[in-house]
C-alpha cells in the first residue's frame, strides 16, 4: 500500500507537469498550467503572471502531496520476518485460475496494447515514404534534415546520452543519501514532522514546472562564480532535480520495509553505523536500485521542458531535435521526426530493460 500510494502520487505529478505531450498534441487550444507558464515566460515576457500560475500548480501540488503522505504513512509498516516460502506455485491461467488472476491478466494485456499501438504506428509510418518501404528517414538521420537542425540526429543522440549519464549519477546518489534519511523513524514528534516536511520538499521539483526550473536556472545561474549558461554541465543539473523524486519514491519504501530489529542485531554484535548500513541497508537497498537507474536515465534523455531553456544551438538533446522537426514543414523532416522518435523509445527500453537486470537475483533476501 504504500507503495501505491507513492505511485498514484508520481502519476499525478507527472500529469499535473506535462508539458512537451500537451504542447505536441493540443497546443495552445488545450493548454494546461505548464503550456500556460512557458506562453506567458517566452512569448509574452509576462513573468508576473507565469510566477502567479507556478504558485497555484505548487498549492495543488502541496495538498496532493499531502493526501498522499497521509495516505502512505496510514499504511507503512517493516516487513516482519519469516521463513522464505521456496515452493510458491506461479500464476497460472488455465482451469484453476482464479478470478482475480483472469482480471489482472486481461487488464494487463489491455494496457500493453495502449502503450503498443502508438509506438507500432510511429515504426510503420517512419519505414514508409510515398506508399513504399524504405529506410531513407533513418539514412537521413546522419543529416540535418531540410535546413531545420544545426547538428544531426545521431550527434543530438549523443548528447542526450551523455547528459543521461551526468544526471543519472547526481541523481542516484543524492536521491540515494535523501532515501536514507527518510528511512529513518525518530523517536521525537519533532523529528518525525521534519522527516515529513523534507519528503514533501524532495517531491517538489515534479511538481514544479520543469520550464520554470529551466528559465530559473537560467536567470539565477547568470553572475559569477556561478555562471552556468554556457556550462554543460547546466542541463544534467536541471534533469538531475526532475528524477531525484523518482529515485526516492523507488528506493524509500524498501528501505522503510526493512525490519528495525535487523539494525539492532547487527548493532548488538558489535557493527558500527556504517557497518550496518553496509550490511543491512545495502544489500536490501539493491532491490531497487536498478529501476532507481532506469528511472533517472529515462526521465533525462525523455526530458524537454527545462532542456528546452538551456540547451544550446550547437549541442541539442534528442528531444529538443525531434520537436524542432515537427514544427518545420515537409514530408522529409516529418520522416525524421518520426525515425528519431523510434531511436528514442529503443533507447529508453534498452535502458529500462538493462537497469533491470541490474538488480541481483537474490539481493537483500533473508
Given at each position: 500500500m504504500p507503495a501505491i500510494a507513492s505511485a498514484a502520487a508520481l502519476v499525478f505529478l507527472f500529469c499535473a507537469t506535462a508539458f512537451a505531450l500537451v504542447l505536441v498534441l493540443g497546443g495552445s487550444r488545450y493548454a494546461t498550467v505548464e503550456v500556460e507558464i512557458w506562453l506567458q515566460t517566452t512569448q509574452f515576457l509576462d513573468l508576473r503572471t507565469a510566477s502567479v500560475l507556478?504558485?497555484?500548480?505548487?498549492?495543488v501540488v502541496a495538498l496532493a502531496l499531502a493526501v498522499s503522505g497521509r495516505a502512505r504513512r496510514s499504511r507503512e509498516r517493516a516487513l516482519a520476518l519469516v521463513e522464505a516460502e521456496r515452493s510458491s506455485s506461479p500464476l497460472r491461467l488455465g482451469r484453476g485460475a482464479s478470478?482475480?488472476?483472469?482480471?489482472?491478466s486481461a487488464i494487463t494485456a489491455v494496457v500493453i496494447g495502449l502503450i503498443a499501438l502508438p509506438m507500432v504506428t510511429m515504426l510503420v509510418r517512419s519505414l514508409r515514404h510515398d506508399g513504399a518501404w524504405t529506410l531513407r528517414h533513418y539514412a537521413n538521420l546522419a543529416t540535418t534534415g531540410d535546413r531545420a537542425l544545426t547538428v544531426s540526429v545521431w550527434d543530438a543522440a549523443a548528447n542526450s546520452l551523455r547528459v543521461a549519464v551526468d544526471a543519472t549519477v547526481i541523481a542516484v546518489v543524492i536521491g540515494m543519501t535523501l532515501a536514507l534519511v527518510l528511512s529513518r523513524r525518530p523517536a521525537s514528534r519533532l523529528g518525525r514532522r521534519a522527516l515529513g516536511a523534507l519528503d514533501a520538499v524532495v517531491m517538489l521539483p515534479l511538481g514544479v514546472s520543469a520550464v520554470t526550473v529551466g528559465?530559473?536556472?537560467?536567470?539565477?545561474?547568470?553572475?559569477?562564480?556561478l555562471d552556468l549558461r554556457s556550462s554543460l554541465i547546466l542541463i544534467p543539473i536541471a534533469q538531475a532535480m526532475v528524477a531525484i523524486p523518482l529515485v526516492v519514491r523507488a528506493v524509500l519504501p524498501v528501505l522503510r520495509a526493512i525490519d528495525p530489529r535487523l539494525r539492532q542485531a547487527a548493532a548488538t554484535l558489535g557493527a558500527g553505523p556504517g557497518?550496518?548500513?553496509?550490511?543491512?541497508d545495502g544489500p536490501l537497498a539493491l532491490r531497487s536500485l536498478g529501476l532507481a537507474i532506469g528511472f533517472a536515465f529515462a526521465v533525462s534523455l525523455g526530458e524537454f521542458g527545462a532542456t528546452a531553456f538551456l540547451a544550446r544551438p550547437d549541442r541539442p538533446t534528442l528531444p529538443v531535435v525531434i520537436v524542432r522537426l515537427l514544427g518545420r514543414p515537409g514530408d522529409g523532416n516529418?520522416?525524421?521526426?518520426?525515425a528519431a522518435s523510434v531511436v528514442l523509445a529503443i533507447i529508453v527500453g534498452v535502458v529500462m530493460t538493462t537497469a533491470e537486470r541490474l538488480r541481483p537475483a537474490r539481493s537483500g533476501e533473508v
Open positions: 507556478s504558485i497555484v500548480q505548487l498549492v478470478p482475480l488472476d483472469v482480471g489482472a528559465f530559473g536556472f537560467l536567470i539565477a545561474l547568470d553572475r559569477p562564480p557497518r550496518v548500513l553496509l550490511t543491512v516529418y520522416g525524421m521526426a518520426l
